[in-house]
């Protein structure tokens, strides 16, 4: 008897065990799928207020002015990107390749694929001003360049990778929040492929 009692306590244990791990299971994979939960636009501004404010996107996309505890985003070119008038300082090219050289102002990158540039994510239309939310979603769910298909891959150290997996929500946010900033008019310098790359 005492046998039959532990066994039915320990297969009901078991199955409570299992349905609990087969509902979060089944929660996570509902909560990728499900519709989004409507929020206001002063909602999706504010959370994407946090998202951009959390995530580091200053620590590339914001230029940099010097302080007595080292670089600090230069908020008033919030978000604005490479500075279109700051010329790489000279660097040793037989460098590159085993090692990925940052610029004293942390908005370029130099590295085997090349030369690239932090991008203006200001509405002004030398940044994101013209693109589309659908545009903007693209191009992070898919590493293409300005979100169009026939363009070139959004370069290191963008970390596009990660962001494709946030919600649509998320990323929605990101962009009605970069919608409200101030506009900073900068044309970010292209992209330079390696030197001998077709």
């Given at each position: 008897m005492k046998l039959t009692t532990t066994?039915?306590?320990?297969?009901?244990g078991f199955a409570a065990i299992m349905?609990?791990?087969?509902?979060?299971?089944?929660?996570d994979a509902g909560d990728k799928t499900t519709e989004p939960v409507a929020m206001t636009n002063e909602e999706m501004v504010a959370r994407g207020k946090y998202?951009?404010?959390?995530?580091?996107?200053?620590?590339?996309?914001?230029?940099?002015?010097?302080?007595?505890?080292?670089?600090?985003?230069?908020?008033?070119k919030m978000l604005s990107g490479h500075p279109a008038d700051m010329q790489l300082p000279p660097y040793d090219?037989?460098?590159v390749g085993p090692w990925i050289l940052f610029s004293p102002n942390l908005t370029?990158?130099?590295?085997?694929?090349?030369?690239?540039?932090?991008?203006?994510?200001?509405?002004?239309?030398?940044?994101?001003?013209s693109w589309t939310e659908a545009q903007f979603m693209q191009a992070l769910r898919t590493g293409k360049h300005m979100g169009m298909?026939?363009?070139?891959?959004i370069m290191p150290p963008m970390p596009w990778q990660e962001i494709?997996?946030?919600?649509?929500?998320?990323?929605?946010?990101?962009?009605?929040?970069?919608?409200?900033?101030?506009?900073?008019?900068?044309?970010?310098?292209?992209?330079e492929p390696p030197a001998g790359a077709m």
């Open positions: 066994s039915l306590l320990l297969a009901a349905a609990g791990c087969s509902k979060t299971a089944k929660e998202i951009v404010t959390t995530s580091g996107c200053n620590d590339c996309h914001t230029p940099k002015m010097m302080t007595d505890k080292g670089p600090a985003p230069d908020m008033s090219k037989a460098m370029a990158y130099v590295g085997p694929w090349g030369t690239s540039y932090s991008a203006n994510l200001t509405p002004s239309q030398s940044g994101i001003g298909d026939n363009q070139r891959p494709a997996h946030m919600t649509d929500n998320d990323l929605k946010s990101v962009f009605a929040f970069l919608k409200t900033i101030p506009p900073v008019d900068n044309v970010v310098p292209a992209y």
